[in-house]
Nanobody, 125 residues
């Protein structure tokens, strides 16, 4: 049983930074792409960022966060990391860590194999 546990969510002012960490237990996730989706109540999950499997050389970002967010992985910790800088009010959401088995990078929710619980990011003006 794979469990993904996120940490690092919370309250931040506009323009501030947060760092989300997603630690996996139950399986080594080197052969998984790791990604992040956000979701507001009543809406579908939207892709935010992803990092490819193994060395994490490949990354992918939504247009709305490119240049502000950084997606990486720490295989020693069996973890994925989302560095969020210059946060805006529209970034405020629940953020879900996910893992997708194989060489393809995280793209769509239906392709993902495991999910975290989704810490809340609140951005105040």
């Amino acid at each position: 049983q794979v469990e993904l546990v996120e940490s690092g969510g919370g309250l931040v002012q506009t323009g501030g930074s947060l760092r989300l960490t997603c630690v996996a237990s139950g399986r080594i996730l080197t052969n998984y792409s790791m990604g992040w989706f956000c979701q507001s109540p009543g809406n579908e999950r939207e892709f935010v960022a992803a990092v490819g499997w193994r060395d994490g050389a490949r990354t992918r970002y939504a247009d709305s966060v490119r240049g502000r967010f950084g997606s990486s992985r720490d295989n020693a910790l069996n973890a994925a990391i989302l560095q969020m800088d210059n946060l805006k009010r529209e970034d405020m959401d629940d953020y879900y860590c996910t893992a997708r088995l194989g060489v393809g990078i995280v793209n769509l929710p239906d392709e993902c194999d495991h999910w975290g619980r989704g810490p809340r990011i609140t951005v105040s003006s």
